[in-house]
């Protein structure tokens, strides 16, 4: 089993900047990729970032340019710095750990709770 815990969301006016956080922890796995996802009311959950194992970053069109995720494979971590935030970034921000399990060598997502990020002045 993983445990995967987010970090760091919180309101912020538009133009402001935020960093979320997430660990991935649990015995015998090992991280293939890390992503951030969203879910504004209302609406589906939906791909923000995600960084591999070897580094290839993925962002969705509305985070490019803007948002710029990073991993650190020693300590199962990734964050995801979110500057120029408008109100449409506000919603609720899940970590995603897509791992291999060493012990049956099965691959499997892992969610977090997920972190609420508000953009409002």
């Known amino acids: 089993q993983v445990q995967v815990v987010e970090s760091g969301g919180g309101l912020v006016q538009p133009g402001g900047s935020l960093r979320l956080s997430c660990a991935a922890s649990?015995?015998?796995?090992?991280?293939?990729?890390m992503g951030w996802y969203r879910q504004a009311v209302g609406k589906e959950r939906e791909l923000v970032a995600a960084?591999?194992?070897?580094?290839?970053?993925n962002y969705a069109d509305s985070a490019k340019g803007r948002f710029i995720i990073s991993g650190d494979d020693a300590k199962n971590t990734v964050g995801l710095q979110m500057d120029s935030l408008n109100p449409e970034d506000t919603a609720v921000y899940y970590c995603?750990?897509?791992?291999?399990?060493?012990?049956?060598?099965?691959?499997?997502?892992?969610w977090g709770q997920g972190t609420q990020v508000t953009v409002s002045s």
């Open positions: 649990g015995r015998r796995f090992r991280i293939v990729d």
């Open positions: 960084i591999s194992r070897s580094g290839n970053v």
């Open positions: 995603k750990a897509h791992v291999l399990n060493l012990d049956d060598f099965e691959v499997r997502d892992y």
